[in-house]
């Protein structure tokens, strides 16, 4: 995990980001964003995603050395919603 917290300081950083803006986007203190950084506090998909969406970027160029990093899990289980769905009959959106 200390890897993903280099990768996010090191992503924040080029795009010219302070902490005081990432914290306030996530709504959480500086102090607190910082501790994301220094990897002092576990990165769960959440916290991922909130971060790749202020950055603008996908949570697997934060961290891609585990599917929990990345964004296959999540879409393993959307596809296996959707498969789910399917089976039952139930409408699904067109959007979707």
């Known amino acids: 995990m200390k890897i993903c917290g ?3 300081r090191k992503i924040r950083r080029s795009k ?3 902490q005081e803006y990432m914290a306030f986007e ?3 203190s500086q102090k ?3 501790d994301i950084e220094n990897s002092k506090v576990k990165i769960n ?3 991922l995603t909130k971060i790749s969406d202020i950055l603008g ?4 160029e934060i961290c891609s050395i585990s599917d929990k990093c990345g964004t296959n899990d999540y879409e ?3 596809n296996g919603l959707l498969e789910y769905m399917k089976k039952k009959g139930i409408s699904i959106p067109e959007d979707l």
């Open 6 to 8: 280099q990768n996010i």
């Open 16 to 18: 010219d980001l302070t």
């Open 26 to 28: 996530m709504g959480i």
């Open 32 to 34: 607190a964003y910082s």
């Open 45 to 47: 998909l959440e916290i």
């Open 57 to 60: 970027i996908k949570p697997s």
């Open 76 to 78: 393993k289980k959307y």
